[in-house]
């Protein structure tokens, strides 16, 4: 049987969790939109589906190869790199916009870098990272 044969309805189908972040998209053709919004209904969808965000995983958690493979995928082959992970990348109209950061987080969730001690370690650095910046006093943070 072929590797690449997969059972759709076993599949997490991405698209499901991103028809807001989709509008937003689509709206962004027409008019404005901050790319804050946009960050913000990203993460909504990986909390969501992962219950993380990209901002909950530092950068140096993963490889030199990990980090060769993310920046070397195309769209083919996140589809199938996803696909053989549980998740499907496309929608009605395509692949999703954002996959790429998708399949980041496809990674992380592979390599079980989805830790509660991975999300405060990357959160202590932001909150550092702000507090460095002049005239930063405080950083106020919801959780």
Known sequence: ????AF???AL???ADFARSLSRLHQASRRRFIDDDEIDREFNAVCASIWGYTID???DELFSPADHAFLDTLDEAQARI???EQGYDLVDDTGMLTDWWGYCWMILAEKRG???PENRAAARAAIEEKYLAAP????VIVGR
């Open 7 to 9: 059972d759709q309805f």
């Open 81 to 83: 790199f996803a696909a």
């Open 135 to 138: 005239n930063v006093i405080g």
């Open 1 to 4: 049987m072929s590797t690449i």
């Open 12 to 14: 997490t189908r991405i």
């Open 56 to 58: 909950d995983i530092s």
């Open 113 to 115: 870098l989805l830790t």
